[in-house]
């Protein structure tokens, strides 16, 4: 059974510092993996999707890389901002024909100015 | 830029009482998703609908029917609210079921 971990579930950092937040999966049998973002009261914004073929995608001060044999995840934020704080999430999509996606509790980002 | 639209926003019910959660997208997705969310359990698949015509049961499907309306609207009932449906419920869509899904902004539903 696939099971999705984030941790930490929660950080805080000053502003300035790049940072990495990790997820880890138990079945490297994935199709893909993507990364979202929650701001408080509000719905999940995709950040990347990263194919089980890749090993990175970036998508302007956000890395994420993705290694299945070790079954890690980790996005990489550049210079952080006190705009990025909020919730990431991490979900992982099986392989195989049920493509449905496997989610992380998510790690609780504040950045203070 | 509307993509994927939810109504209501906001939501009480009494214990019993039946409702309809509307979706729709604008960005012609084959697959569309009913999702909760609850506080320690993360998100968890509801219902989903593959392509239109065909819906299928996520984890957690009891106390709850949904109907693929049409390519672009997908509707969750709730026939007979219960305080343990209290939660938030969040729509998606995907080109397909194996590509980038993209969420709507949520509707917080209690039940009291």
């Known amino acids: 059974k696939q099971e999705v971990t984030q941790i930490p579930a929660a950080l805080s950092v000053p502003e300035g510092e790049n940072l990495v937040l990790n997820c880890s999966f138990t079945d490297s049998a994935i199709y893909n993996l993507q990364w979202f973002r929650q701001d408080p009261g509000k719905g999940l914004t995709s950040l990347l999707l990263?194919?089980?073929s890749q090993r990175e995608q970036t998508s302007g001060r956000l890395n994420a890389s993705l290694d299945k044999s070790s079954g890690r995840s980790t996005l990489y934020i550049a210079a952080s901002q006190p705009g990025d704080s909020a919730t990431y999430l991490c979900?992982?999509?099986?392989?195989?024909?049920?493509?449905?996606?496997?989610w992380g509790l998510g790690t609780s980002l504040a950045v203070n100015p | 830029n509307a993509g994927v639209t939810q109504t209501p926003k906001f939501q009480v019910l009494k214990t019993g009482q039946s409702m309809t959660l509307q979706c729709a997208q604008d960005?012609?997705?084959?697959?569309m998703y009913w999702y909760r969310q609850d506080p320690g359990m993360g998100l968890r698949l509801i219902y989903y609908?593959?392509?239109?015509?065909?819906?299928d049961k996520g984890e957690v499907p009891n106390g709850y029917n949904v109907s693929r309306l049409n390519k672009r609207e997908f509707s969750l009932r709730l026939e007979s609210a219960a305080p343990s449906q209290t939660s938030v419920y969040f729509c998606?869509?995907?080109?397909?079921?194996?590509?980038?899904?993209?969420f709507g902004q949520g509707t917080r539903l209690t039940v009291v």
């Open positions: 990263i194919q089980s």
């Open positions: 979900a992982v999509r099986r392989g195989g024909n049920n493509r449905k996606l496997i």
């Open positions: 960005m012609n997705h084959n697959s």
């Open positions: 998606a869509s995907s080109e397909w079921t194996w590509t980038e899904a993209f």
């Open positions: 609908s593959a392509s239109e015509g065909t819906t």
